[in-house]
């Protein structure tokens, strides 16, 4: 392929995983056809058993595209010109934010949710977070921020468990609106056990 | 009905309810038919229509009986020669372990997890556990055990979403064995705000 048939596959691509994500969110799995995703993105459905094999295949695009790997996330957590700590809890505001309007990562949410009715095995998509929470609790403890008795793996493990929970049952409960507040809310009672006092 | 007539209509519908129990735990709701409840009940599907009307309804009448209602645990938080903090701690380790192990909670959870694929309106789990956590840290304010800065209803409602979240995602991704380990923890991590300290 010459560049330009590579860009156009490409972006053929990104609109079949952009059409798909956006019915997933909204209808789950097992209520989205490859013809509903062929309807969608104005593609044929050759075209989409093509560049993905299958209704598994585009639903595991769909979940390693961002759910379980947060590429636009990177940057901001390694900003060593901010406190770790903080790092962490702006890292939590923006993963909130995403779960609650990005359409591919709500998908993504929504697949993993119901990965028992999917015929393929999707990645566990927290293994990536805790390893980022952990770093940043590592790295707190290097600052002398961190408390004495917290050890970062495994407060990483529960952190991160604990947050997906609130944010996914505040947004099932009462919609993705007050996340943001519920998450300002889960801080309060979470952040005291972590930092050294002062 | 005489006695003996209505006794023995509460036994089918028990068995009916504990048979389809266990197949939405193992199998999940699409995955489970009246005909599979018939078989594994040792009733007719005929009985189940006559006991519960369709399949919603059956699911429906799952999780109200254990996961949204909790009946076995209320005489554990209402011991009041226990200190109201103590209580909420061990009454998570109650439910912790029923939805680890006990084959009708697991069902509702996972019922509740697949809400959007069944006709039924579910009822919202999370109202009585919150509900019962409020109760719990208004009352370690009286006896001075609570922070001063904790709102017990904003706090049960974050503390009921993660504590859910956490016993859920561990299950899932390291199973039932380790959420009891999981659950101290998290503990670890809140207790601290919660706390007067001392």
Redesign the interface.
């Known amino acids: 392929m010459d560049g330009t048939l590579q860009e156009r596959a490409r972006a053929t691509r990104r609109s079949l995983l952009e059409a798909a994500a956006g019915l997933f969110a909204e209808r ?1 799995y ?2 989205t056809s490859v013809n509903d995703i062929s309807a969608r993105s104005g593609r044929t459905s050759g075209s989409i058993y093509f560049h993905y094999a299958s209704k598994e295949g585009i639903a595991l695009a769909v979940v390693q595209d961002r759910f379980a790997n947060w590429p636009e996330l990177a940057p901001r957590y390694t900003d060593e010109a901010v406190p770790p700590m903080d790092r962490l809890v702006a890292l939590s505001y923006d993963i909130a934010q995403s779960l609650a309007e990005d359409p591919v990562t709500r998908a993504g949410a929504r697949l993993w ?2 990965r ?2 999917i015929n393929v095995t999707l990645p ?1 998509p ?1 293994g990536l977070w805790t390893a980022a929470v952990t770093r940043l609790l590592a790295q707190a403890r290097v600052t002398g921020d961190l408390a004495a ?2 050890r970062p793996a ?2 990483a ?3 991160v ?6 944010c ?3 947004e099932a ?1 009462e919609g993705a609106a007050t996340v943001n507040d ?1 998450v300002a ?2 801080w ?7 930092r050294v006092a002062r």
Chains 1, 2 share one sequence.
């Open positions: 789950g097992a209520g949710a119901e028992d009715t566990d927290f008795h917290v495994r407060a493990r529960a952190l468990r604990a947050f997906f929970g609130l996914s049952l505040t409960i519920r809310d889960w309060q009672l979470t952040l005291p056990a972590l």
